[in-house]
Structure formats: C-alpha cells, structure tokens
C-alpha cells in the first residue's frame, strides 16, 4: 500500500436513527454522516434547512465545503461577492473564503467537507471549532 493511502474501510449504511439534529436561529442542520458518527474516515455530510429570510453568520471555515441547493433558491456572499442561487446548482466553498448564506426562500441543501474543520466567526477573536452538525 502506498504511504497516501488510507487502509480500506468497510461499506456501511447509516439508518435515520444515527443522524444528529442541530438547530440554530438561522437554520436546522441534519448530520446525515459524520467521523464521530463512525463510518467515514474523514468526510462529513449534512442537510441544511433554512426559513424564508434566514441568514447565517459572517464565517470562514479552514477547509473546503461543497452545497447543492435540493429546494428554493438563497444567496451565497463569497469573499465580497454575492451568487444568487437554486434548486439543482452547486457551490464549491473554498477553505479561507469569507462566506454568508442568506436564504431568498424556504430552501434545503445538501453539503459535504471535511469533519474536522474549524470555523471562525468574523469579528470573534478566538475560533468556535468544529460544529456539531460537522463533527
């Protein structure tokens, strides 16, 4: 096996009763499958349900994200730069980039990164570390 490579893991299949519910004022985060949930060695997957007007921090986050908007239509401020976006589109978040979610309408995502990753909040001097719904 080449020093890169990761022992090979076992196929598994995670039913509704281990996903995690997380709810914050700005949206409901469903961890779908998670490292501390046991399957995946380093990737996380969750699903994001936001309310008509919803808007989460100003944040970053130090390693990469991807979303797929599933419902509705929101819009991703990134780095300054604001893409309105909806069903069946996908954002590709990179680790440092500045980022705001604000939803347009009721809209339902789909996201993946890595389940170690640390967030901080802009204007926090200290990092919150890695989110429930993440971790």
Same mark, same amino acid.
């Given at each position: 096996?080449?020093?890169? @490579?990761?022992?090979?893991?076992?196929?598994?299949? /995670? /039913?509704?009763?281990?996903?995690?519910? $997380?709810?914050?004022?700005?949206?409901?985060? $469903?961890?779908?499958?998670?490292?501390?949930?046991?399957?995946?060695?380093?990737? #996380? /997957? =969750?699903?994001?349900?936001?309310?008509?007007?919803?808007?989460?921090?100003?944040?970053?986050?130090?390693? %990469? @994200?991807? =979303?797929?908007?599933?419902?509705? %239509?929101? *819009?991703?401020?990134?780095?300054?730069? &604001?893409?309105? &976006?909806?069903?069946? *589109?996908?954002?590709? /978040?990179?680790?440092?980039?500045?980022? &705001?979610?604000? #939803?347009?309408?009721?809209? %339902?995502?789909?996201?993946?990164?890595?389940? *170690?990753?640390?967030?901080?909040?802009?204007?926090?001097?200290?990092?919150?570390? $890695?989110?429930? =719904?993440?971790?």
């Amino acid at each position: 096996m080449l020093s890169n @490579q990761r022992e090979p893991m076992t196929a598994s299949v /995670l /039913l509704p009763a281990a996903m995690r519910r $997380t709810e914050t004022p700005n949206a409901v985060m $469903t961890t779908l499958a998670s490292p501390t949930q046991g399957p995946t060695g380093r990737i #996380s /997957l =969750w699903k994001i349900s936001m309310q008509p007007g919803k808007r989460g921090p100003l944040h970053v986050f130090d390693s %990469e @994200q991807i =979303w797929h908007v599933v419902a509705g %239509e929101a *819009d991703f401020e990134i780095d300054g730069e &604001v893409h309105r &976006v909806r069903a069946g *589109d996908a954002v590709v /978040l990179p680790a440092g980039a500045v980022r &705001v979610v604000a #939803s347009v309408t009721a809209a %339902e995502f789909i996201a993946c990164g890595q389940g *170690d990753a640390i967030v901080s909040v802009v204007g926090e001097d200290t990092p919150r570390g $890695t989110p429930a =719904w993440i971790g």
